[in-house]
């Protein structure tokens, strides 16, 4: 009996996923088909910023180098360390297994994802509602992977990827509940896990959120409080655990960037507005997708999950136990969502550790799509087992409706009366699609509901953020791509090109000053970057940026730049012939105590980087005569350089490297230490006479965090293989 039960389950579910499936296919059929069809529309952070980075660390890989650094733009900066890398999740590592990654694949990797939100919604669902039918769990799939959050982040890979693991956490944690051993708290840190290898800090947050606070509340409602407390203790230690290897580098390196400064002001901008509400009634309010938007605020995701969820949800809330839960993760997500509308969020600011260097709080919104759409599953299945009937399937429609007809009108007028200049008359197609979509549901009845809802989400999502481009146009190796990689380093570029992509650097694995907004970059680099004067300027010229490369016919910065190469009909290529040189050996010093006198100093009028350098804590140099020296490279690579050095008095040998802990410098063999130099670069001290200097990225925060997530992997792989590797007692 027990047999037949089970291929029964693996039947029925073989044919839930299946449509899940079709349904992700239908929904991505133009990128799925080829051709020039591509996602997002307009590129994106898929294409300017993604595409590029997941390239840069697979082709590493691939030729046997891990990137603990990135050498190829912003004069250099961490890149393991970088949480929106990635590095280590493993769908990326499998992308080392090819020399070149195409755009193609991260596309792929986007819709892979689509779909394993949509199975692991599916599987929640059923077991959570011990659904005997497939139709319920497929509403709250189709749902959930359609979403708002989804279709509004289809060009941000690591946002989807993230998400995608928040049910996957739910129903590992919905067996735990049932089935209180270390074996299955081990099943639940490994969707945890997941989210946060993904490369997205805030989504893997909002997943450990919600987990917490069904955690929380279980322990409430649990008989076994200590068993509870003890299981979910070892969850929580195992997922850190495993993710130390990518969370605490990040966190260290989050203490040198923008991040760790952010006013409240900054963290809460991207917030949902108020009358932003409206979008989870009807996505057309506003416009559906980037092109289509007419609102003056900053683009978020507005929690849509379609008005026939919501009709299920509604219907949801009238029957069924454990729906407490939901609805406390669905109004946390709601009012965390609204930022700076409610105290929620400052509070969340100032008190919860690592909070304060999130941004978009309109990202919380996926917890409360989640929960609608597991209503919607509990809604559809007591729909079917007629333990709602006509006359609640009627007042649920009319209560919706008279919230639509209320609602839209309301909020439309708002936002038309904010930005006039850019209103759409959008309210009339919002209120017809809702009657439209209402009335459907409570005429066609149950049997038809999942057709209905994959139709609206479909419908209303696909396509939204396809178009027809070439997105590897801005990342070409044309000419004077060939050119420059002729030229003997090291050295860097400035791209001013706009042919160019500003991440193109990192696909040619040519060094750059600059690359594409990031906000993890260093901020001592950056506000160096930013604040350096004009191109050609001293502080510039330390910068080691040898060409420039502009558009086709743009003129250079000043005469100092000298066109070298116009043999590409895209850009030409400028040599500043001021670019000093990427190490360089100085013999006088301004010494100061702290970051903010040494940025004085460097846009001193008289600061001079070919003869002085600004050092924070180093040794004093004042020499007026400097005897014969010498400097060369007998070594050089992304994480590793040896210096030849001769010189007949003592003086600093200034690198233009980025400063970052994790450099370890050693003179003739015997470490030494490097000092902050020009403040926000690095340096170090070297006596008079011939030495032999190198330099290598290994950071001790990178060892220690691999050895405890190999250390704790061993543990889980031991817990998980417990059941097969102990011999098996059977009765007679």
Known sequence: MLARIHKTNLYSNAIGISIILLATVVFFWPVILGGNWHIPHAGGDLESFIWPTYRFAAKSIHSGTLPLWNPYLYSGSPYASDNQSGLFYPPNLILAIFPDVSYRAIEWLVILHVFIAGAGMYYAARYQHRCTTIYPPLAAALAFQFSSIFVTHVGNLNIIASASYLPWAWFFMQRLRDTQTFRSASMVAVPLSLSIFSGH???????????????????????????????????????????????????????????????????SRFSVPLEGLAGIISPLLYGRGAQHFWPGWDRVELGFTGLTTLFLATLGLRHGKRQTSLLIIAAIGLIVALGNATPVHRLMYDYLPGFSLLRVPARFILLTNFSIAMLACSGLYYWQTNKINNKNVWNTVFTISLLAITVLPLAWYATSQKYPNSALNTLPISLLICFITLGSNAIIGHRWTILLLAIELIGLGAWVETDYRHPEAGYIEGPAVQYLKNQPGPYRIDVAASSWQPDAPLVHQIESINGLHNPMILAHYDNYYWSVKHRGSPQYNFLNAKFLVTDKGETAADSTFVPVYDGDSQVDIYLNTNSLARINLIYSTINVDNEQDAFDAIHSSDFDPQREVVVQDGMKLNSSTQGPSSLSYSLYNSHSRTINVSTTTDAYLVFSEVWYPGWSVTIDGNPSQFTRANFAFRSVYIPEGDHIVHTEFKPQIWQISLGLSVSVLIILICTLSSQYLLPQHQSK
């Open 201 to 267: 800090a805030q989504i893997s947050l909002i997943v450990c959120i919600a987990m917490f606070t069904y955690s929380v509340w279980e322990l409430k409602v649990s008989d076994q409080k200590l068993k509870w407390l003890l299981l979910i203790t070892y969850t929580a230690a195992l997922t850190i655990g495993l993710s130390a290897i990518s969370v605490f580098p990040s966190i260290e390196m989050s203490q040198y960037t923008h991040r760790a400064s952010y006013t409240y002001e900054e963290a």
